[in-house]
């Protein structure tokens, strides 16, 4: 079955340093590949589709098909991107499968 | 253009009481679920809809019902409601198909059951 993993539950970085938020797959094709942002109470917004190749507020994310990978990274964090990160694979029927999510903290 | 519409956002419940999550777009989706966030858990689909009239089961679908009469909504029920019931709901919609459109969610329902 397709499953994503975020090993960390929560990370927290200071101001202006670099983050990445790591996320795996399992998936032997090409698999479709999302980063959603919730912030407080708010609802999930998407961030990033791997297919766009976009930046977004300043993170980028690559695919690595031999890692299975799909980290989210910004060279220079800020305060505001405190908030709740979730990596998801395209599923077969349409929907989405969500890691469990990593708690971004940015502190002044 | 108002996207998702979920109501209520917040509900308390008893044990054993039944209500409709309602949830509505006005983007002419064809595709539609709903997904449960608890913590520690991520989200969870519960069941989806690939058009009007259609409906399946997602990965947590048991003591939840959904209908799909129109293409602009798509409630759930909670039959009898149980406490491991609580949770925040998120309703979303995509334009479909099997190549995994980006979702687009409403604002949650939040709902405790006592």
């Known amino acids: 079955a397709q499953r994503v993993t975020q090993p960390e539950k929560l990370l927290s970085v200071f101001k202006g340093a670099p983050v990445e938020l790591k996320c795996n797959y399992s998936?032997?094709?090409?698999?479709?590949l999302f980063w959603y942002v919730q912030y407080s109470r708010q609802r999930l917004q998407l961030l990033l589709r791997?297919?766009s190749r976009e930046s977004i507020k300043g993170f980028t994310a690559d695919l690595n098909k031999g890692e299975t990978s799909f980290h989210l990274k910004k060279p220079f964090a800020q305060e505001e991107d405190s908030a709740m990160y979730y990596c998801?694979?395209?599923?077969?029927?349409?929907?989405?499968?969500f890691g469990k999510g990593t708690k971004l903290s940015v502190k002044p | 253009n108002a996207g998702v519409t979920q109501t209520p956002k917040f509900q308390v419940l008893k044990t054993g009481q039944s209500m409709t999550l309602q949830c509505a777009q006005d983007?002419?989706?064809?595709?539609m679920s709903w997904y449960r966030q608890d913590p520690g858990m991520g989200l969870r689909l519960i069941h989806y809809?690939?058009?009007?009239?259609?409906?399946d089961q997602g990965e947590v679908p048991n003591g939840y019902n959904v209908s799909r009469s129109t293409t602009e909504d798509f409630p759930l029920r909670l039959l009898s409601a149980a406490p491991s019931q609580t949770s925040v709901y998120f309703c979303?919609?995509?334009?479909?198909?099997?190549?995994?459109?980006?979702?687009?969610f409403g604002d949650g329902t939040r709902l405790s059951i006592l």
């Open positions: 998936y032997s094709g090409s698999p479709e």
């Open positions: 809809s690939v058009g009007a009239g259609i409906t």
């Open positions: 998801a694979s395209g599923g077969s029927q349409g929907n989405l499968i």
């Open positions: 979303a919609s995509s334009y479909g198909g099997r190549d995994n459109q980006p979702q687009h």
């Open positions: 983007m002419n989706h064809e595709y």
């Open positions: 791997h297919i």
